[in-house]
């Protein structure tokens, strides 16, 4: 869902009320010039969360954008964002401009739970639209004291914002060939350190092009389709996935 007419998201609003509501933003910090951190505060206590799940956002009166939680808590009614700015639409523009004690409506959390909780091992793959869910699986990874790798593909400016979230991964340059980077620094991993990891599990988001090209390094590696969970949230020439 993109977008809707005015008077069909009013009518939502009101019908589905279990399911969207309004949140107040309570805080803000700009990680990077293209990477900002919201923290938002409502009343949502029927919500139980699953890593990975997707918020929507109402960016204006007919344009929804999907985004993803980095931290969430029913119980105190709070959840944190980690925004990727591309300006480059309305969604990017509304984002930017969100301060403190600004209301918005929100579509509460949907989707299957794309984390695997069993597994010991853990690698992430993707850009700038993915460090926010990274960020709340590395958290639950940490705390069940497992084990994780990571590759990201990012622009010069957000290089150093996986090391201010705490996000210990190998960050590589964005290509024309898409996921190039990323793939050799795949193939230089140490071959005891992949021994343990190509049994683990592999989530691979963010762009489409560059999953597809990440996917089939993984497969001549041995990987099994069963261990790689794919969700291309962007690509080139269309609004949204």
């Not at 005015?6 to 939502?12: E, Q």
């Not at 853990?122 to 084990?147: A, L, P, Y």
């Not at 005891?192 to 089939?216: D, H, T, V």
């Amino acid at each position: 869902m993109n977008s809707m007419p005015k008077i069909i998201g009013d009518f939502m609003e009101l019908a589905f009320s279990n399911k969207i509501c309004k949140v107040s933003v309570t805080g803000t910090e700009m990680l990077s010039s293209n990477i900002k951190k919201i923290t938002f505060k409502g009343v949502f206590p029927h919500v139980k969360f699953k890593l990975g799940q997707a918020i929507v956002i109402r960016i204006d009166e007919t344009n929804y954008r999907n985004y993803t939680p980095s931290k969430w808590n029913s119980q105190t009614g709070t959840f944190e964002v980690i925004f990727h700015i591309h300006n480059n639409g309305p969604g990017s523009e509304c984002i930017k401009n969100l301060k403190p004690n600004d209301i918005i409506t929100v579509g509460l959390p949907r989707g299957f739970n794309v984390y695997d909780a069993a597994a010991k091992y853990h690698f992430f793959f993707g850009d700038e639209t993915c460090i926010s869910v990274f960020k709340s699986m590395k958290d639950e990874i940490n705390r069940t004291e497992n084990n994780y790798l990571g590759i990201l593909e990012l622009d010069s400016a957000s290089i150093e914002v996986p090391a201010k979230l705490g996000l210990i991964v190998d960050v590589v340059p964005k290509s024309i060939n898409k996921a190039e980077f990323a793939i050799q620094s795949l193939h230089k991993l140490d071959p005891e350190i992949w021994n343990l990891w190509q049994n683990g599990q592999f989530y691979l988001l963010g762009n489409a092009k560059s999953i597809q090209a990440f996917r089939k390094a993984l497969k001549e590696k041995g990987v099994l389709n069963k261990n790689i969970c794919t969700q291309p949230y962007w690509a080139e020439g269309k609004i949204g996935l």
